[in-house]
């Protein structure tokens, strides 16, 4: 894109700037490692930001499982709704807020993915700042049956427990139970669905497809999302997380308090320029960039200046997002930065616009109301507005 400048860090990205919308002015006041806003858009402070409430809103993954039980028409054997390669904070101990149900409940939370991340063979030890690309590919938790157990004696076991289970809706009537038996009912297409598991094997994909996103979990899990979007499921979430207090690889992650240039230099951008370009041109080749929604954000950015470590800490009044593909403007830059790059200049987005647009571009009305616990309408998009000048 004539004028506009792209790290040269990310050569292949660059090439394909006229496929992508810019945000450059995304902000919020709601604390970092605050992770509802990027999810939900709701823009409020938190007192812990390592748990999640059912008492939160909903994710737009989970709006959208929440109107796709409305229609009749659905992907059979799928979920609508995947989360990959783990769940938020795992790599922590912790369990960060924003991709669930929430007050719509468990029944649309996620369907998410395991993994076994570790470093390259001969890595560096991961100490503070040290790049480490992290290897892994997501799979789906107790997808197999046990040895003893045959599917025919499977299907018996399923056919009792249902007969079980319509005489305790009988009994209850409760929505507990209908949440119980979707979840149940999705605990068993993991077991039973070709389809589902289809999208899950790798080893499907031509070995060059693969090496072109990257071969390393984040890499592999983007092209899991590719694979899972082909055959229908509505949303897919991606996240490039951390992992240093469950296995000790990739300290810093995108958290660059320490080593900033370097790691990102070494590490971290050439992983995204890699996998991220191979998604675009992969969803352009296949025919389906233009009904594929695809958005880069987080829940924060960095600070203007650099600290004593050579590192950036973290900043939430002024940061960027990318969105290509389905409703998008190629080549749009919406927003400024002033001249530190540290607060807006001109056109403010608040994460609950963003979430306005993606739920625009999704074919949904981000004006909709969805009932909290107590019943009361909550609008999903927590009074954003459509960035109507990054549409196409």
């Known amino acids: 894109m004539p004028g506009l400048q ?13 496929k992508v919308a810019v945000i450059r002015s995304l902000n919020h006041k709601a604390g970092c490692h605050n992770t509802l806003p990027c999810y939900t858009g709701y823009e409020v402070p938190v007192a812990d930001n390592t748990i999640t409430k059912e008492t939160y809103p909903p994710s737009m993954g989970s709006v959208c499982s929440y109107l796709q039980a409305r229609d009749p028409v659905r992907s059979a054997g799928l979920p609508d709704y995947v989360y990959l390669p783990c769940y938020l904070g795992w790599g922590q101990a912790i369990r960060r807020a924003g991709p669930y149900g929430g007050f719509l409940g468990k029944l649309h939370d996620p369907l998410t993915t395991e993994c076994d991340p ?6 560096p030890d991961p100490l ?6 992290v290897l892994g590919t997501p799979r789906l938790a ?8 045959t599917l025919d004696r499977f299907n018996n076991r399923h056919s ?5 289970d319509q005489q305790q809706r009988l009994i209850e009537g409760s929505h507990a139970v209908d949440s119980y038996g979707k979840l149940k009912s999705q605990a068993y297409d993991i ?42 499921v509505r949303f897919v979430n991606v996240t490039w997380d ?50 594929t929604l695809i958005c880069v954000m987080s829940e924060m950015g960095r600070t203007p200046k650099i600290n004593g470590n050579a590192g950036r800490d973290h900043w939430t009044f002024c940061y960027g997002a990318l969105m290509a593909g389905g409703g998008i403007k190629g080549g749009a830059v919406y927003g400024e930065s002033d001249s530190q790059a540290a607060y807006v200049k001109d056109k403010p987005v608040s994460t609950s616009d963003l979430c306005s647009t993606i739920y625009h571009c999704l074919g949904i009305d981000p004006g909709y109301r969805v009932p909290d616990f107590a019943g009361r309408p909550v609008e999903i998009s927590h009074g954003g507005r459509v960035i109507e000048e990054i549409l196409a």
């Open 128 to 133: 503070p700042g040290t790049p480490c690309t």
């Open 242 to 291: 951390l992992f240093w207090d469950r296995v000790k690889v990739d300290y810093d992650a995108w958290d660059t308090h320490t080593r900033n240039f370097d790691v990102l230099k070494n590490n971290k951008l050439p992983g995204f320029d890699q996998t991220f370009s191979a998604l675009l041109e992969d969803l352009d080749a296949r025919g389906l960039l233009d009904e």
């Open 142 to 149: 107790s997808s197999t049956l046990p040895q003893d157990i």
């Open 191 to 232: 077991l039973t669905s070709s389809k589902l598991k289809e999208a899950f094997d790798l080893s499907q994909e031509d070995a060059k497809v693969v090496e072109r996103y990257g071969g390393h979990l984040f890499g592999n899990s983007t092209l899991m999302a590719r694979r899972l979007v082909e055959r229908g």
């Open 160 to 164: 009792l427990l249902g007969q079980f």
């Open 118 to 123: 570790k470093k390259p063979e001969g890595a």
């Open 6 to 18: 792209v790290c040269e860090h990310l050569p292949q990205v660059a090439k394909l700037m006229h």
